[in-house]
């Protein structure tokens, strides 16, 4: 079932797909928001970098995964978790984005071989 509902997706056009991805993005952060600072939803943050990755590729892999990164840094302020210093903050803001842009474009290129 799965496997057919990707057929499907990969004939939508492509700025379907990438808004489907930014609402996918938008939600996991409005679950951040929602939920405790100790539980880190990357999963939920991946999820739609990968879709995006898989199905459109290019240049929306880091469109995507920048909206995440910038998503979850603005869920993790917003639910009022504090940092000892700023530049903890953007460490971390940091961080998290090179780890959504190499699970992106790791995606991506596993597609291209696939």
């Keep these: 079932m799965r496997a057919r509902t990707l057929v499907d997706l990969r004939d939508k056009p492509k700025t379907l797909l990438n808004l489907i991805g930014v609402l996918l993005a938008v939600s996991a952060g409005i679950l951040d928001v929602l939920t405790d600072n100790s539980v880190f939803f990357a999963a939920l943050y991946l999820l739609p970098i990968m879709l995006i990755a898989w199905l459109v590729g290019g240049a929306s892999v880091a469109l995507i ?3 995440c990164g910038v998503t979850w840094l603005a869920a993790d302020i917003v639910s009022g978790h504090i940092y000892s210093h700023v530049a903890t903050t953007i460490w971390e803001a ?11 474009y790791s995606m991506a290129a596993i597609k291209k071989i696939w």
Aim: glycine share 8%; charged share 0%.
């Design 94 to 104: 940091v961080m998290v984005l090179c780890l959504f842009l190499t699970v992106g």
């Design 65 to 67: 995964a920048s909206l």
